[in-house]
């Protein structure tokens, strides 16, 4: 029986997710019909530094099994890029000096996820090679970086290997409003669909 995963503690989350990424099925993407191999693992937001270890100690049991995980964290990964831009300095002096709204521009300028923040993640993914994508840090990245954003554009980037993506709120679907993700359960929806709750998928 597949469980809800805001009842469920974070080490039944963990035992599910290895479970499922660890299948063959899982690894080979197989049952996908003609979707991509995109995968949301929701959590409860209060739950984040639980989740934080879950994740490290997936990549680890993953790797004892031979199966290899990339792990991007969104919030490094823009540091990285604002600081290999050489603004890293005048970013934290405009967070001081510049209104949100003009920090939020700045920032949704700089890591624009078309044209600089999915060629980053592209760069990544073909740097060494892994059987898993792993992306966190959504939560830390909002608002001037939204998920909904982020898995348009990186659709036709990995398309060749299954991508979860660690979500703190919910993702939900219903007949009226469609499938939507809600960022700490209280922001908004972002429209998406293309992706399955990996809680609903059984191993």
């Known amino acids: 029986m597949i469980r809800d995963p805001a009842t469920m503690t974070p080490a039944q989350r963990s035992d599910h997710l290895f479970a499922v990424i660890s299948s063959e099925r899982f690894l080979k993407m197989q049952g996908l019909g003609n979707e991509v ?3 949301i693992c929701p959590y409860p937001p209060q739950d984040a530094d639980a989740m934080g270890k879950v994740g490290k100690q997936l990549v680890s049991k ?3 099994k031979g199966i290899k995980v990339l792990k991007i964290n969104l919030y490094d990964l823009a540091v990285e890029m604002l600081k290999n831009e050489g ?3 005048d970013v934290l002096e405009a967070e001081r000096t510049e209104s949100r709204a003009e920090f939020k521009e700045l920032l949704q300028g700089v890591l624009d996820p078309e044209t600089q923040l999915i060629p980053a993640i592209g760069r990544k993914i073909t740097a060494a090679p892994f059987d898993v994508l792993f992306i966190t840090g959504v939560g830390e990245v909002f608002p001037y970086v939204r998920s909904h954003n982020v898995l348009n554009n990186l659709q036709s980037t990995a398309k060749g290997f299954p991508t979860v993506l660690f979500f703190p709120g919910q993702y939900t679907h219903s007949a009226e ?4 993700l809600n960022l700490f359960g209280i922001l908004p929806n972002d429209k998406y ?5 990996i809680f609903t998928v059984r191993p």
């Open 37 to 39: 191999p995109f995968f």
């Open 62 to 64: 993953l790797k004892q």
């Open 87 to 89: 603004i890293w300095e």
């Open 177 to 180: 409003k469609g499938t939507a």
């Open 193 to 197: 669909y293309r992706a399955f709750n």
